[in-house]
């Protein structure tokens, strides 16, 4: 009798286990079923932004639905962060997101979700080298001259970011600390808006994405005196490093990734980095970003993760160095 009833319950066990597996490979199958919203947490002409609007046509046609980029700058990105995370975990509302967001949890007190627990990674979609800009008015042709203007009047000299704890800021502090130079930062809330300060010299220098300021820099606008990337960038083959510029350890990789709820299936979460991997590897998409500069990133889902726990730790001891805080 014990025997015929654990046979029942194995039986049992294992239905509704394979009705567990088939109900998230319709769950799978079915995605999307309706227009996917894709959160930008900051503002269009952003690398962020650029780097998701290359790939969404793409996607859009591969998925069947359209991918909608909404923009929801402010806070560092912790605004559109925090939508996306209170969001229905079903595969219609992504984040893609930046390098800052593993930045945030050091720099702001109270962030309204939890960086680790509330998100799942899907797939980097690129890594974005920086550039070191500055207008030409500026006089100074080359890092040498910039930090010596530096040393020469310790603190006067100011330097824009993206928001508090963007890639942006974090590339120009670890510059900074590694030149060992001082000076004022002067946060925007977009690189747009930091790159017009900067081509006006009301800012003295930025660590532009190469997507946002390569038609600046080409049309003269701007000087690229380094890239802040640990190698030069495919189209400023020209333009050291900081670190072949002689600041050694300046080097920082500024990625841009697709996130979503932690709660979203997993068969979807693969499905979404399958259809992200094989709109990025199109020719199209590959050739419109190799012409920003953009690197491929390629992970898995766990990878990603992993690796946004490990960036999470490394982050701190910058942000620690540097005392940065939210705004």
């Known amino acids: 009798m014990k025997a015929k ?10 239905a509704i286990a394979a009705g567990v597996i088939a109900a998230g490979n319709v769950a799978a199958q079915a ?54 995370a209170k969001s229905d975990p079903d595969g219609h509302m992504l984040l893609i997101h930046s390098s800052a967001h593993t930045v945030n949890p050091w720099i702001y007190s109270s962030l309204p979700y939890d960086t680790l627990r509330d998100f799942s990674g899907v797939t980097p979609i690129v890594s974005l080298p920086n550039v070191l800009v500055i207008a030409p008015s500026k006089g100074m042709r080359s ?7 530096a040393k020469a009047k310790p603190g006067e000299i100011n330097y824009a970011s993206a928001g508090a704890g963007s890639a942006t800021h974090l590339n120009a502090e670890k510059f900074r600390i590694q030149a060992g130079i001082e000076g004022t930062h002067i946060p925007f809330k977009g690189s747009p808006e930091a790159i017009t300060e900067v081509v006006t010299g009301r800012v003295d220098y ?21 890239v802040g990337s640990a190698k030069r960038s495919s189209v400023l083959p020209d333009v050291p490093t900081t670190v072949e510029a002689g600041v050694p350890a300046s080097d920082y990789n500024f990625w841009v990734g697709v ?16 259809e992200i991997s094989k709109a990025l590897a199109s020719p199209d998409v590959r050739e419109r970003l190799a012409k920003l500069g953009a690197e491929p990133m390629p992970m898995s889902p766990e990878q990603f993760d992993a690796y946004i726990r490990d960036e999470i730790v490394v982050n701190e001891k ?10």
């Open 318 to 327: 910058i942000i620690k160095a540097a005392g940065i805080k939210g705004n």
């Open 206 to 226: 930025f660590f532009s994405p190469v997507v946002s300021g390569l038609s600046q820099i080409r049309d003269g606008r701007l000087l690229a005196l380094a």
């Open 5 to 14: 009833v654990v046979r029942i319950a194995v039986v049992v066990t294992v």
């Open 143 to 149: 890092v040498r001259d910039l930090i010596a203007a």
């Open 31 to 84: 995605w999307p079923t309706k227009a996917v919203r894709a959160i930008v947490p900051f503002t269009p002409g952003s690398g962020t932004d650029i780097a998701a609007r290359s790939m969404s046509e793409r996607l859009s046609a591969q998925i069947g639905q359209q991918v909608i980029i909404e923009n929801r700058p402010g806070a560092g990105g912790t605004i559109g962060a925090a939508l996306v």
């Open 259 to 274: 996130l979503v709820p932690s709660r979203t299936p997993r068969d979807i979460i693969s499905r979404m980095n399958g």
